[in-house]
Each structure stands twice: as C-alpha cells, then as structure tokens.
C-alpha cells in the first residue's frame, strides 16, 4: 500500500532549506496528522497528481475555492484570455464591475463592496470599518472560528464567557488584542452576558454562520437569528465571514440558506476561481466610508487584479447559471458520501460522529455531537492521524487536520464517493 514519494521527499526537503516547515501556510506540513506532504505537479478534475506520479482524489479543493474541479475549462479559458491582456495595470478594468455585479446579484445584503487579495484582508478591513462606522472599540468572535491572521482576530481565549483577549499567537502584544472578546460558538446566553457586560462598546460581531474552521459546525437551530436580533438591538454591527461558505453552502452562502441579513459580509476562496480574491461589502452608506470616499483607509496593489477578476467571473457565472443543478446535486452526493463513511466506521467500531451543511463537512473522531470549540476539541486527533495517512495511501486526500472542512467539487462523480467509501473500510478494519 506504500507509495512512491522519493521525488516528493527530496523536494520537500529543499522546500525546507527555504520556508520554515517547508511550507508558505503552516496546515500544508501536515504536522497534524504525521507522514510527509506530497508535492503536487498538477490536478484535473477531482484529482491532483503529485511529482512522483501518484493521483489523489481530492476533497481539500485548495481549501474551499475550487467548486468546479482543478483546471476547470471555463476558468482556464478566462484566465488565458486575460493573461494575453496585461496582468497587472495598477488603475481600474472593467472586469472587476463585471465580478461585482454578479456578487451583488446573489448576495443582496451588499450593495457595494472592496476586493482585496485574501480573506484575511477581507474581515481585518470589514472590523476597521466597523469600529470607525459604530465608534466603538470592542469586537466579538467566537471560540474555533478563523478569521484570517490579523493580530485583532489571533485570539483563542479561554471558556470563560467574555474574558478578555490572550493572543493565539508569539509576537501579537496583549494590547492588541485586548478589545477582543471570544465567546463559545451557540451559544446565545454568553453573547447576552458580553452585551450587558460591555454595554455600548461592542463594535461587530464576526462569525462563521456555518464554522468551517473547527471542522464543520453548523448553527442551530434560531442560533443566528437570535445573534441578529441582539446586535441589531444593541446598535453593534454583524459580520457574516462567508470567506468559506459564500458560493459553497448555497449560490448566495450561509446568508441565503438561512435567511440572515448581516451588515457586512466577507467574502474569498470561491469568488476567486483559484486566484487570490477577497472582499467586503454591505450597505452603500457603510461602505462609502471607506477611503477614498470616507476617512477609513485600506488600499491594495494588487486588488482586483485582471487574471483573478476573469477568474472569479468564469467561477461565479458557471455557479449562478446552473446553480439549480450544482447545489441540491452536491448536496446529496455529499450526504451520501458523511453516510457511508460514518456507517463504514459503525462497522469496524470505530466511534465517528459527522456534521455537515451542503457540500461541507467533517468526520470528527468522537462519540458525542460536536457544536462548539469544547465539544471539538476532545476528539481522538491520534485516531485521525492514522486514518488520514491510511487514506491517502489509498490515494483519498483529505484535510490534514481533525479541525477542516472537507469539500467536494461538481467534477466528483458518484463512483468516487464508493470508491472512498470502500477505501474507509479497509482503513477503519486497520485502526483496530
Ligand atoms: C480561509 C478563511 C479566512 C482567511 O482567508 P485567507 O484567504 O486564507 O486569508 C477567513 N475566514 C474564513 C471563514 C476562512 O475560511
């Protein structure tokens, strides 16, 4: 069952001499999990292959972005169109009017928006704004959610309810992260305790509304519904972080799916196509205080970048147009495939629970529902190391920690969801 990596290996180890851990994002080490991170040479489809020639079945997708496969011909046509144009002009194209429109179209809670060039730029500029618009200095996030690296938003407080910020990270100073307060994830009584605790101070709330950044953790029932009510009620404003879940759990995200109106929302990952893409955006009056028509500034060289925009339109418009198809068929396939693993693991009596929210979803190593941070955290993450590297030496990639979301792409097709299933039983029969 042993692959060939010697290609891989080698390359990981120059890769090393370079970046620290060999990598430029920490998760890509696969530290979490043991055994060493195939280098890829290039995907199709629902496959990657990597330098020494083995294929992968992909459920990872670059982490999210990539709903219609690797090289997905409407994204590749666009791309190569745009690449002959100029890639970078440093002053205004008309795509990234032509993006915004089809953004608006399918998230009417923004009427205007920013692109930057990651999520993380997205909800550090959406919490800027939000403190400048409220003039308030508090923000609220929720234990296990991510929200990109920004010092502010680095913070893994304790259980404690409204405890001020610890940084989640060397080199982020208390200071910086001391108006940030974390709170466990649905959870409405703590975020009643934060609102009558910090009375007129909190700026924003930013959230998951459907966490994908612990595994997968869905809201329940009434959960962001009440979290609307109480910020609207105490003047503080709601940012939905659908970096994740915009244009994945629905056409116009978790916004959609269950019928919450934030005042900003963040987007990335989909509306890139591949490319590196992120924005914000809400209300007109909101965002027009964003430089250079308001006093709060945020800039990028390379926003809105043309090869990104032609990527990111050739994504959405491909999602939009047949979005009747895409999301109910992902949704099943999805479904088919949480069931089948869970009931090969029940099988071998190996103890796994799953959530999951349209093509979205977690396996988690555990015998008890998981709906917050405390509830994830106590999973057999050994377990899932074992299962993992037995997974992908049956050539099945999943997300090489305990605590992601896997996805699937319309390029996967119902015989790879048996093939995975069957490749499951063999590793859960081995974890024994
Ligand atoms: C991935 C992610 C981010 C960060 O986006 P980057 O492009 O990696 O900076 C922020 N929020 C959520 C919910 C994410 O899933």
Redesign the pocket.
């Known amino acids: 069952m042993s692959r060939k990596l010697d290609l891989s290996h080698s390359l990981q180890q120059r890769a090393e001499t370079f970046f620290p851990g060999g990598v430029n994002?920490p998760v890509r080490a696969f530290r979490a999990v043991g055994g060493e991170p195939p280098m890829i040479a290039s995907g199709k489809g629902a496959r990657m292959i990597d330098v020494d020639g083995n294929s992968y079945l992909d459920y990872v997708l670059s982490?999210?972005p990539l709903m219609l496969g690797h090289c997905a011909p409407e994204v590749v046509a666009a791309v190569a169109e745009a690449n002959a144009k100029g890639t970078s002009f440093g002053a205004s194209t008309p795509a990234e009017a032509d993006l915004a429109a089809l953004v608006v179209e399918a998230f009417p809670s923004i009427e205007k928006l920013r692109f930057v060039s990651?999520?993380?730029?997205?909800?550090m500029s959406a919490i800027r704004l939000a403190r400048a618009a409220t003039n308030r200095k508090y923000i609220v996030k929720f234990e296990g959610?991510?929200?990109?690296?920004s010092d502010a938003l680095l913070v893994k407080a304790g259980s404690g309810v409204a405890t001020f910020g610890i940084p989640g990270s060397a080199g982020v100073p208390e200071e910086f992260v001391k108006f940030t307060l974390a709170l466990p994830y649905n959870n409405v009584p703590a975020l009643e305790e934060a609102f009558a605790k910090f009375k007129d101070q909190i700026a924003c709330v930013i959230i998951?509304p459907v966490v994908?950044?612990m595994g997968c953790v869905p809201p329940r029932p009434g959960y962001l519904q009440a979290v609307r009510e109480l910020t609207q009620r105490e003047g503080t404003l709601l940012i939905l972080?659908?970096?994740?879940?915009g244009f994945r759990v629905s056409f116009g995200g978790a916004q959609e799916l269950y019928n919450i109106k934030p005042d900003l929302t963040?987007l990335?990952?989909v509306i890139g196509g591949g490319l590196?893409v992120?924005a914000y955006g809400g209300s007109a009056t909101l965002m027009d205080q964003i430089s250079p028509l308001g006093p709060v500034y945020q800039a990028g060289t390379l926003s809105g970048n043309p090869l990104a925009m032609a990527a990111g339109i050739a994504m959405l418009k491909t999602l939009g147009e047949n979005r009747k198809m895409i999301y109910p068929a992902l949704n099943v396939m999805a479904a088919k495939l949480v069931a089948g693993i869970l009931d090969a693991a029940k099988s071998a009596g190996v103890p796994l629970v799953a959530n999951q929210v349209g093509s979205m979803f977690t396996w988690f190593f555990a015998d008890h529902e998981v709906f917050d941070w405390d509830t994830a955290a106590p999973c057999d993450t050994a377990l899932f190391g074992r299962y993992h590297r037995g997974m992908l030496d049956r050539g099945i990639w999943l997300p090489p920690s305990q605590f992601e979301a896997a996805f699937l792409s319309t390029a996967h097709t119902a015989a790879d969801i048996d093939l995975t299933i069957a490749a499951a039983r063999e590793v859960f029969a081995s974890l024994k």
């Open positions: 994002s982490w999210g990651s999520g993380t730029e997205a909800t959610c991510y929200h990109g690296h998951e994908g950044n972080d659908e970096v994740m879940t963040t990335g990952k590196p992120g």
